[in-house]
């Protein structure tokens, strides 16, 4: 594990954001590939991930199945263009690697299969299954006496799924304090804005109503994820939800206003302007 926890906080806070910005810019990278993909999830959580893989997660990159890692489960498995940039930032995948996505054979396919690539610890894709999932090993690992956390980023849409809220029920039933979800509310679906296709606000107040610890940041502030990783990480007695509102394509204005973005299409002489406003905007 690259752990910063122990460096100042304004260090730890510059590597971080630079770690962000080094996973949109590998994001950019995969999708021009494919040409088109979820690349505007791949910019709203970044920054998470970041946080995550360089600060967060007890890991060892060289030995991915070590038993007391802490676990992080993407159970939206069509972020996987942001996880692997995540991974190969954090050292299990070779950068040069991230260049086979999606293609034939390669170990980084465009929905997330754990059994091709390491550090995947789900297959997710058919959503609301990841949170349920997270509290069946998280009860599994307190079992075994095992310390390890357990992580489940997971999306809005998420929500409108039934066994999402199972699953909370049943981590606040068990009292599972070493689970905690982090929900990105990027505010769109597949069918539209997620306000119109299913409300879910206030959200706060339901994951308090189901007995969680929660709280609500904004998911592109580094400053504020560490905080808020850091709070959660010390609670005890219920599970922890962190809420993150983040922004789709987060950091290359070309595609934060396109009005189709949850899958994007982009024309091949856009991949550059792309990578051009991303430096631009890091400089500023």
């Known amino acids: 594990m690259t752990s910063l926890t122990a ?5 730890r806070i510059a590597r971080l954001r630079a770690s962000a910005h080094r996973i949109r810019r590998h994001a950019l990278d995969m999708g021009e590939v494919q040409g088109q993909g979820y690349i505007g999830q791949a910019l709203g959580v970044a920054d998470i991930l970041a946080v995550l893989y360089k600060d967060a997660l007890r890991h060892r990159p060289a030995e991915p199945d070590w038993p007391e890692r802490d676990r992080c489960l993407l159970s939206v498995g069509h972020y996987a263009i942001a996880l692997y940039a995540a991974l190969a930032e ?3 995948l070779d950068i040069a690697e991230l260049r086979t996505y999606g293609a034939d054979g390669s170990r980084l396919p465009m929905s997330g299969m754990a059994s091709y690539t390491p550090g995947m610890e789900i297959s997710g894709g058919s959503l609301g299954h990841g949170l349920g999932i ?6 599994g690992l307190r079992h075994q006496g095992n310390p390890a956390r357990v992580y489940n980023l997971l999306s809005d849409g998420e929500l409108d799924e039934g066994s999402t809220w199972e699953a909370a029920l049943a981590a606040s039933h068990h009292g599972l304090e070493h689970l905690t979800a982090i929900v990105d509310l990027n505010a ?9 296709v299913l409300r879910t606000e206030p959200v706060a107040d339901k994951w308090r109503a189901f007995g ?3 709280l609500r940041v904004d998911g592109n502030d580094i400053g504020a994820l560490v905080d808020a990783l850091d709070a959660l990480r010390d609670h005890r007695g219920a599970p922890g939800v962190l809420l993150c509102d983040t922004r789709i394509g987060r950091g290359v ?17 856009e991949w550059q302007l792309a990578r051009d406003q991303l430096e631009e905007g890091r400089a500023r």
């Open 7 to 11: 460096a100042p906080r304004t260090e």
């Open 90 to 92: 954090a050292g299990f």
């Open 134 to 139: 997270a509290v069946g090993m998280a009860l």
């Open 188 to 196: 769109l679906q597949a069918d539209g804005p997620t306000a119109g």
């Open 212 to 214: 969680w610890h929660v």
């Open 253 to 269: 204005p070309l595609l934060e206003t396109r009005e189709k973005a949850h899958f994007l299409r982009v024309e091949p002489d």
